[in-house]
């Protein structure tokens, strides 16, 4: 018998798998192979049950989705104070690639525009520069669940045309933001965003985040619980760059999207939530992905500040399933 849970996202997949507006990325050459019809739906419970539909098994790059997770890591590894100082926690109302710094702290705004992503990079890498993108690689493997790895050609596209990245390094190598490790940092970050993953793994990286930092199948820890609080808050409010706003109103989810076409939300204590598809709006967020999230999560009532199903929502859904 097929459950309520997964009736509800079949037919969030055909209500919108005929959406075929926005353009897969090509500004990273090789972003601009992936299939543009190619739509995944998949949720994964805090309780370690997961639901999938459509292309939820097609890989493809994390892009910014690393975003969070970086920044998780450098929160673990150097501590809150330390880390903001290389990086605000401010929405930046701007593009994900724009080449700007607070002017008041010449920080980045946040962790999770392109600026602020290079300069956790820099916290996170390692010499050598292997050894941090191996660090990342298996952290991220433990919140999915299984083995992942970097897509060297998308990582060789983009470290040939990243240039305006590189512009954004060493403006903070200028401004004291990064060391001088610009070209590893630049090459921690460009790994990062080229780690293959599928929207199970998104999901279950998203359920590791809403299960307060253990993987809710292997049930091994992967995050230090203290400052995933800090990481959601981030999402809610700058996750979706330029959109980020709208998103908190229309959605309310902390969330993160990239250019590789994936998107995922979280919902605290209860599940995570990862769409696939690459077609992108002009603000680099799936078009099918933003759809598809505002549907699952208006028909479930997951807004932050729903008042119809207070605090244990898609609970009650799995229950009733
Ligand atoms: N690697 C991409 C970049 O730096 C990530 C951007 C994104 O996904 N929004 O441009």
Not at 19 to 25: F, H, K, P, Q, R
Not at 136 to 162: C, N, P
Not at 293 to 306: M, Q, S, V
Request: glycine share 10%; with cysteine.
């Amino acid at each position: 018998m097929i459950t309520l849970i997964q009736q509800i996202i079949e037919d969030v997949y055909s209500n919108h798998k005929d959406l075929n507006e926005g353009e897969v990325a090509t500004y990273i050459p090789e972003l601009g192979k992936a299939n543009g019809s190619h739509f995944g739906i998949c949720l994964a419970s805090v309780d370690g049950q997961v639901f999938s539909v459509g292309d939820w098994e097609q890989e493809f790059t994390i892009q910014s989705i690393c975003k969070p997770f970086a920044f998780q890591m450098a929160l673990e590894e150097r501590g809150r104070d330390a880390t903001l100082q290389h990086v605000g926690v401010e929405p930046s109302g701007d593009p994900f690639n724009s080449i700007e710094l607070d002017p008041r702290t010449m920080r980045p705004y946040n962790a999770m525009i392109n600026a602020g992503a290079i300069a956790i990079a820099s916290l996170i890498k390692k010499d050598p520069v292997e050894a941090g993108v191996q660090a990342f690689v298996e952290k991220m493997g433990q919140a999915a669940g299984r083995t992942l790895r970097i897509d060297e050609a998308v990582l060789f596209s983009e470290s040939v045309t990243g240039n305006r990245n590189r512009a954004i390094a060493y403006l903070m190598l200028n401004c004291g933001i990064i060391d001088a490790g610009v070209e590893a940092s630049l090459r921690q970050y460009f790994s990062q965003c080229s780690l293959l993953v599928n929207c199970r793994d998104l999901a279950m990286m998203a359920a590791t985040l809403a299960n307060m930092g253990v993987n809710p199948v292997t049930k091994e820890r992967v995050f230090d619980f203290e400052y995933i609080r800090d990481v959601l808050t981030v999402m809610f409010t700058c996750g979706l760059y330029d959109y980020a706003g709208e998103w908190a109103y229309r959605v309310g989810l902390p969330a993160k999207s990239g250019v590789g076409g994936g998107i995922i939300g979280v919902v605290n204590r209860q599940v995570g939530i990862a769409v696939y598809s690459p077609r992108l709006d002009d603000k680099g967020n799936s078009v099918r992905g933003i759809a598809a999230c505002k549907e699952i999560a208006a028909h479930l009532g997951l807004h932050a500040f729903e008042f119809t199903n207070v605090g244990s929502s898609f609970m009650q859904w799995l229950n009733e399933s």
